[in-house]
């Protein structure tokens, strides 16, 4: 049996669902470096979405945010403005509360109520970044490219 290791001590499931990864997928003119499926609660909407530890914030997708518009779903109040930097240029918006299920292929679905930036003018696709989101979650990645990867999950103590 393989061991995982907590604070220095051994552990055994710590995860309570898992999923699918899916490494370099192609989602129209993107390619997720590590695509993940996840569903957006409030438009009931499922899917793709970049799994990115490295990006700061968490992006709602455009189809996602044409979504939110065109069904008028009411968010939360604004938990703040930021602008960021990324590779397909610089982008201005608003932060949102928003929940998103992760989806379980075994275990259980793991439901993160999320910050996310809600930008007009972003043409990408969603990304699930580290703060407001990742951080809310206990994560591994076991990326068997000959495979299909896995990825675990659980919530955090936040």
């Known amino acids: 049996m393989i061991h995982l290791y907590k604070h220095n001590h051994k552990t055994v499931q710590w995860s309570t669902g898992g999923a699918y990864l899916f490494p370099l997928h192609d989602l129209g003119s993107y390619k997720l470096v590590m695509g993940v499926e996840c569903q957006l609660v409030a438009i009931e909407k499922t899917e793709m979405a970049l799994l990115d530890t490295g ?58 109520d999320g910050t996310f930036l809600f930008c007009e003018y972003w043409t ?26 896995c990825v675990y999950f659980a919530a955090t103590e936040l």
């Open 55 to 112: 990006s700061e914030l968490s992006v709602i997708g455009e189809n996602a945010y044409q979504l939110f518009l065109h069904r008028q779903i009411p968010l939360t109040s604004s938990v703040g403005t930021r602008r960021i930097n990324t590779r397909l240029g610089n982008f201005e918006g608003t932060l949102y509360r928003v929940e998103v299920m992760l989806k379980a292929d075994w275990g259980e679905n793991l439901l993160v």
């Open 124 to 149: 990408g696709p969603t990304v699930l970044g580290f703060h407001g989101f990742l951080e809310r979650v206990r994560l591994a990645i076991e990326p068997d490219y000959e495979k299909i990867g």
